[in-house]
């Protein structure tokens, strides 16, 4: 590692201010970079992308949902990389690697994986199972507070991972060189179906909260109607497809020991430690 910042992209997200707090931790300096930001960032405005990358070695790289926000990521990468990054981390997802991949966002996921690869920076490659905080910091906790899960994932079940644990990993990779040159799937510790989430949920906040399987046409008008893009609601749609179509029930956990050491956070302590923050009792 040089004592260059690390570029955070997408500091604010899920991701991105984790990695951000264990790097602090560890008194690694960082820059941030979003359109809010002293250094304006915005990956629909090129404009912006030079004075971001100046100066900087090494990149934290959480893309934008959606075919049309993944390949501005990936000529983004390929753009920074000619400028001197010498070194880019990928937040990607599980089973972007999948021969079959029917479906847009992950056809489009591909591309931004082999963009990366291409682009002449060494390169990690980090690829999560759903993020437990879904249900606590997105659109689905809306959902939670609700009583339904509504969503398009039909029978099929999800090896869900804690966020902090994606935060650890993330971390790890960036400051450890020897990295370089991986992809590692990354999940927790058990598969479980949306009804046995429901089931989860329900037992951590006292609430009674069920699963709705919606048509994944009827998951994209809802999804429509609380303000997403079309674009965007598709994607997500497809992201829940893989599972309704049986796709995500393997467990690819040894990751989490091999890079941290320790078992990643089974679904149930995260609820109940979530349940005690309060964000579920409005």
């Known amino acids: 590692m040089t004592n260059t910042p690390i570029l955070i992209l997408s500091g604010l997200g899920k991701t991105g201010r984790r990695v951000v707090e264990r790097l602090a931790q560890r008194d690694v300096p960082v820059r941030l970079a979003s359109r809010s930001s002293e250094q304006r960032f915005d990956w629909y405005d090129e404009s912006t992308w030079s004075g971001t990358v100046a100066g900087i070695d090494t990149a934290y790289l959480a893309p934008p949902v959606g075919p049309t926000g993944l390949a501005q990521a990936g000529r983004f990468v390929k753009q920074a990389a000619t400028e001197g990054l010498r070194r880019v981390v990928l937040l990607s ?10 479906f847009a966002v992950y056809e489009s996921s591909v591309e931004l994986e082999n963009a990366v690869r291409d682009s002449g920076a060494g390169w990690t490659i980090v690829r999560p199972a ?3 905080q879904g249900f606590s910091e997105d659109f689905l906790c809306e959902h939670v507070l609700a009583g339904e899960l509504r969503v398009s994932a039909g029978t099929g079940a999800e090896a869900w991972i804690d966020t902090n644990d994606v935060g650890d990993v993330m971390a ?3 400051l450890d060189e020897a990295h370089t ?3 590692y799937s990354v999940s927790g510790p058990r598969t479980l179906t949306m009804d046995e989430v429901a089931t989860e949920l329900s037992a951590a906040t006292g609430r ?3 699963y709705v399987d919606l048509p994944p046409e009827q998951h994209v008008e809802e999804l429509v109607g609380i303000g997403l893009d079309r674009e965007d609601a ?3 749609r497809d992201l829940f497809a893989v599972i309704r179509h049986h796709r995500s029930e393997y467990l690819s956990d040894d990751a989490v020991r091999e890079l ?3 078992a ?3 679904f149930t302590d995260w609820a109940r430690e979530t349940a005690r923050t309060g964000v579920w009792s409005a």
């Open 93 to 102: 997802g599980r089973g972007v690697g999948s021969p079959e991949r029917e």
């Open 181 to 183: 040159g991986q992809t």
């Open 130 to 132: 759903w993020f437990m």
């Open 172 to 174: 790890t990779v960036l």
């Open 208 to 210: 009674d909260i069920r």
């Open 234 to 236: 598709e994607s997500v």
């Open 260 to 262: 941290l050491g320790r």
């Open 264 to 266: 990643p956070r089974d």
